[in-house]
């Protein structure tokens, strides 16, 4: 008898932790049937934690780290499962942290992203990359070192400060989020 597969994904919610008028709880498991297909049928989570964004955005959102299993089925930017645990809530700064470490083991590079739709995110990484976003609710990450991020005013920006060169890397010191407020935070700044 084999062990069912479990994979480790992201979800967002709304601030009573429902998902589509579906009531969920913290440390509760989850199961549909029929046959599962993304955006039709099967309990939908992402395996890029930043890919929430485009589903719940940041203002009055929650995020989960959750455990997808059974069978499955994946679309575009999104996984259904017939079986989901809800593991732990991690809160804006954790996925935008499961986020930065998504893309630190994915890539690493100078570029730029810029994205201009509303609820949509701009993600980069590497030495001197840069995002930026225009739209309602988005928002924009970087994790490189000496890297950039600006936006319009009501978008979010994620930066990463890193410490001095150890031989190998720029360590990671610290991941802070700032919604751009007009004073505080200017916008395209």
């Known amino acids: 008898m084999s062990e069912e597969t479990k994979v480790i994904a992201y979800k967002g919610f709304d601030k009573d932790m429902k998902c589509r008028g579906f009531q969920y709880e ?14 039709e049928n099967g309990f939908h989570a992402c ?14 959102s929650r995020y989960c780290e959750v455990r997808q ?7 575009n930017d999104k996984t259904a499962s017939s079986k989901i645990h809800i593991s732990c809530e991690i809160g804006l700064k954790g996925i935008i942290e499961a986020g930065v470490k998504f893309i630190l083991d994915k ?19 590497g030495y001197r990359s ?21 936006g319009a005013e009501g978008c979010w920006i994620v ?31």
Request: charged share 25%; proline share 5%; hydrophobic share 35%.
């Open 26 to 39: 913290i440390g509760k498991e989850y199961e549909c049937w029929g046959q599962i297909r993304a955006c």
């Open 47 to 60: 395996e890029n934690p930043l890919d929430v964004f485009a589903y719940y955005p940041p203002a009055d």
């Open 69 to 75: 299993s059974g069978d499955m089925n994946s679309e």
């Open 107 to 125: 890539v690493n590079y100078r570029s730029a992203a810029t994205n201009m739709g509303d609820w949509s995110a701009a993600t980069n990484t």
């Open 130 to 150: 840069a995002a930026s976003v225009e739209g309602k609710e988005a928002i924009a990450i970087v994790t490189g070192y000496d890297s950039k991020a600006s």
């Open 159 to 189: 930066l990463t400060e890193h410490g001095e060169w150890d031989g190998e890397t720029y360590p990671i010191k610290e991941v802070k989020a700032f919604k751009i407020d007009g004073e505080k935070i200017k916008p395209g700044v």
